[in-house]
């Protein structure tokens, strides 16, 4: 591993870490070639760390690509949400359920708040942290999600539990409750609720209360209850009161426009 060992070496040795694909090694190669004579590594400790590069730049690949195809908004993580300005919100609880634990369980966590006050935030920073830890994550606003239940209502069960919303291991349904749901929209949504039960976990940000549930879902009492008995028998629910983060831009935007 000597300074002048001859260039076409180190080029062939990166056409067999490309063949091999390991193309982080590969683009990391010359500055840790450089680093390990520049600091005398020895060969298991400059192989250790060709392979940590590796290992890291397909964690971050990895990472990239499912936070794609999670369908997850940009931007809204644990680290950009303001708790100084949510007071309500207990923050070791939110920290606790970034451990994704109860992903694994296949619980259900429920944020229940007026609109505006950091909801749909949690839950899409919940999904990032479930990404990062290696979880399958799909979102969906509710509107989004029942139109792609009746769109796919006539399909046969072998196709049907293989639709992400049914297969993910954290599905996240956002903003439910704007509108009741017809009698169709809460029969797929209980159908949906009873397959996921103990074999996925489920987030769901709502304006309503549970005890709301029963106008929200078609005035149905026994479905209500049959949904409320499946997705509250291991759940973590969170009651947000509190400023709306909207309002408090506009007020800032009024302010600022004042001076």
């Known amino acids: ?3 002048g060992r001859p260039r076409l070496d180190i080029d062939a040795t990166r056409e067999r870490l490309l063949t091999l694909g390991c193309s982080h090694a590969a683009e990391q190669l010359d500055p840790l070639l450089a680093e390990a004579v520049r600091e005398e590594v020895p060969p298991h400790a400059f192989l250790d760390r060709l392979l940590l590069a590796e290992l890291s730049g397909r964690e971050e690949r990895r990472v990239k690509t499912s936070l794609r195809l999670s369908n997850l908004p940009t931007g809204q993580t ?3 949400f303001d708790f100084a300005f949510q007071p309500a919100i207990e923050r070791s609880r939110i920290e606790t359920l970034a451990t994704c634990g109860w992903v694994r369980g296949a619980e259900t966590v429920l944020l229940q708040g007026p609109p505006g006050v950091g909801k749909s935030h949690l839950c899409v920073a919940l999904g990032v942290k479930a990404v990062q830890l290696g ?3 799909q979102y969906f606003r509710f509107d989004e999600l029942m139109t792609a239940l009746k769109s796919d209502a006539a399909l046969p069960p072998s196709r049907l539990k293989r639709r992400k919303y ?3 291991a954290l599905l996240l349904i956002d903003e439910m409750g704007f509108e009741a ?3 169709q ?3 797929l949504f209980f159908k949906l609720v009873s397959y996921r039960y103990s074999r996925g976990a489920v987030l769901i940000t709502t ?4 005890r709301d549930w029963t106008e929200l879902l078609a005035g149905d009492e026994v479905l209500a209850t049959a949904i409320l008995d499946r997705l509250l028998h291991r759940a973590h629910v969170l009651n947000i009161r509190g400023r709306s983060y909207r309002l408090r831009d506009l007020e800032d935007a009024l302010k600022q426009s004042r001076a």
């Open 78 to 80: 644990l680290e950009t």
């Open 181 to 183: 749901m017809t009698r």
């Open 185 to 187: 929209e809460a029969s």
């Open 135 to 137: 979880f399958s994550v």
């Open 207 to 210: 304006n309503k209360s549970v």
């Open 1 to 3: 591993m000597s300074a």
């Open 166 to 168: 049914m297969s993910t």
